[in-house]
C-alpha cells in the first residue's frame, strides 16, 4: 500500500476552475493504477476519473467527461484531477486512491478495486 495525501480543494463559484492534487508517498508510484472518486452528502462514493499506471488509459464519469482532466507525474510520484467550468452539482468531498497492478493499461471503476486511500478534500462550488 501507498499513503496518500490531497490537496487543492477550497470553495470557489460555478464556472470556476480547481486542481486537485494527490501525492503517494514510496518509490513504486508508477506501479499503480489511480483513481478520483467523490462523495457528496446523502450519497454514494462515485467514481470521477481513473488514469492506468503509464498513464496512457483513462477514464472519465459522464457527468464531467469534457471538464475534468485526470493526470500522473511518476517523478513527482502525484496524480493531478483538473477541474474547469465547475457546477454546483461537483460539490463533495474528494478522494484519491491506489491500486498496484502489473497491468500497464488496467484502472479501476470501483471503490473495491483500490486498495489504498486518501482522507479527501472537500470541493464546495456555490451558484
Known amino acids: 500500500q501507498v499513503q496518500l495525501v490531497e490537496s487543492g480543494g477550497g470553495l470557489v463559484q460555478a464556472g470556476d476552475s480547481l486542481r486537485l492534487s494527490c501525492a503517494a508517498s514510496?518509490?513504486?508510484?508508477?506501479?499503480?493504477?489511480m483513481g478520483w472518486f467523490r462523495q457528496a452528502p446523502g450519497k454514494e462514493r462515485e467514481v470521477v476519473a481513473a488514469?492506468?499506471?503509464?498513464?496512457?488509459?483513462?477514464y472519465y464519469a459522464d457527468s464531467v467527461k469534457g471538464r475534468f482532466t485526470i493526470s500522473r507525474d511518476n517523478a513527482k510520484n502525484t496524480v493531478y484531477l483538473q477541474m474547469n467550468s465547475l457546477k454546483p452539482e461537483d460539490t463533495a468531498v474528494y478522494y484519491c486512491a491506489a491500486d498496484f497492478r502489473y497491468s500497464s493499461t488496467w484502472y479501476g471503476l470501483n471503490e473495491g478495486d483500490y486498495d489504498s486511500w486518501g482522507q479527501g478534500t472537500q470541493v464546495t462550488v456555490s451558484s
Open positions: 488514469i492506468s499506471r503509464s498513464g496512457g488509459r483513462t
Open positions: 514510496g518509490r513504486t508510484f508508477s506501479s499503480y493504477a
